[in-house]
């Protein structure tokens, strides 16, 4: 896909904080799909990043993209993303995540926790693990407050859901997965 507003790769002790708001890219560029439109914050292969007390607005697409992070927390983060495919987190083949007093109000999944597809992904073996999302307000207008998968060839694993909101229209946890697409789950909990 098209690179992200805010972009970081193989990096360390990353920090975005403090009163602001992060506005998307218009909606001729969100759209696009081959390749996909770009998202607003993307970390890749970061380690011990933290995002922390400002809003995001985007029309479409995902508001943060994960990719094969280590200890990353989002806090205290109001996203906006109320279109069709408007993600609030996406968080693909992850380990140590923690999503906490956010706000999150979209178009598709609030959370949606991936590990990749197909073949490669399985060969890979980098699970999404060790997530914790609480005291989180949860709202999606068409499909999930935590999605699981469609991609999740590599697996999620121990994600604990606790002292959430969840409201709208939509399913509190939606698993979802396509033919070349699967994988295993375990120990997914969840508690008031």
Known sequence: GHRALITASNAANVVI??????FGAPPSLSKLRNPRGPVLIELISCTNAVLENFTTQYQQLWSVHLLFCKNFTARDLTIRSVDANGDGFDVDSCNGVTIEH???NTGDDAISLKSGRGLA???LARPTENVIIRDCFLHSSKYAALGLGTEMSGGIRNVKLESCTISGHQNAIFIKSRDGRGGYMQNISGEN
């Open 102 to 104: 956010c706000d999150i």
């Open 17 to 22: 904080n403090g009163g602001g708001t992060i």
């Open 121 to 123: 992904a399985q060969n």
